[in-house]
């Protein structure tokens, strides 16, 4: 099941418009998708190890654009837009959680939960919802993700062939880990 969509991502992550595909899924992902941009990141690093810092670029500046649209849905649209996808994904108990937490923690709760596999679109939103400073808000979203981003981009360029052997030789235990995760980042979130 996970080898037909891994050779599509592998042939999606080769195709002359990847980086372009890549920013859109790292910008939904911070405002509204579920589907972290990893899923392009990592076959495309893979893929092209010498524009490995260009993609690890890209994915920063539009996660970052995209956590701009996530601040918006929050600060202007949470009654309405930003509830519903709150609702979509189950986490109304980790948005009120977090919100509470901003009072205390601000600028350390973005940069500590943009690293976690907790849903990202969750802080933009509600980092909207809770009026945080939207410069500091930015600055912060910018460290968190480049940081997230470049560190897999160093990994993969230095370590790319055994990780990329590993991979297609265990494919059903990562495919099946990394789901474990991403399931985990949302539970986390709604059962605090």
């Known amino acids: 099941m996970f080898r037909g969509l891994y050779d599509w991502v592998l042939r999606l992550a080769g195709h002359r418009h990847a980086i372009r595909y890549m920013g859109a899924v790292s910008f939904a992902e911070s405002s509204f998708f579920p589907i972290p941009p990893d899923v392009m990141l990592v076959p495309m690093v893979l893929a092209r190890r010498d524009q490995a810092w260009l993609i690890a670029t890209v994915c920063t500046i539009a996660s970052v654009a995209g956590g701009m ?64 400073n939207f410069g500091i808000f930015v600055l912060t979203a910018a460290i968190t993700r480049g940081i997230r981003f ?43």
């Open 69 to 132: 649209v996530g601040y918006a849905i929050g600060y202007f649209l949470y009654d309405t837009l930003g509830q519903w996808l709150i609702n979509l994904y189950g986490l109304q108990r980790g948005a009120s959680e977090f919100h509470d937490w901003y009072a205390k923690w601000g600028a350390a709760l973005i940069l500590a939960k943009g690293l976690t596999p907790i849903p990202f679109k969750l802080v933009t939103i509600v980092s909207g919802l809770a009026k945080f």
């Open 150 to 192: 470049f560190v897999v981009a160093a990994l993969l360029r230095r370590y790319g062939e055994p990780i990329q052997a590993f991979i297609e030789k265990r494919l059903t235990l990562v495919a099946t880990s990394f789901l474990i995760v991403l399931v985990a980042g949302f539970a986390a979130v709604t059962l605090v």
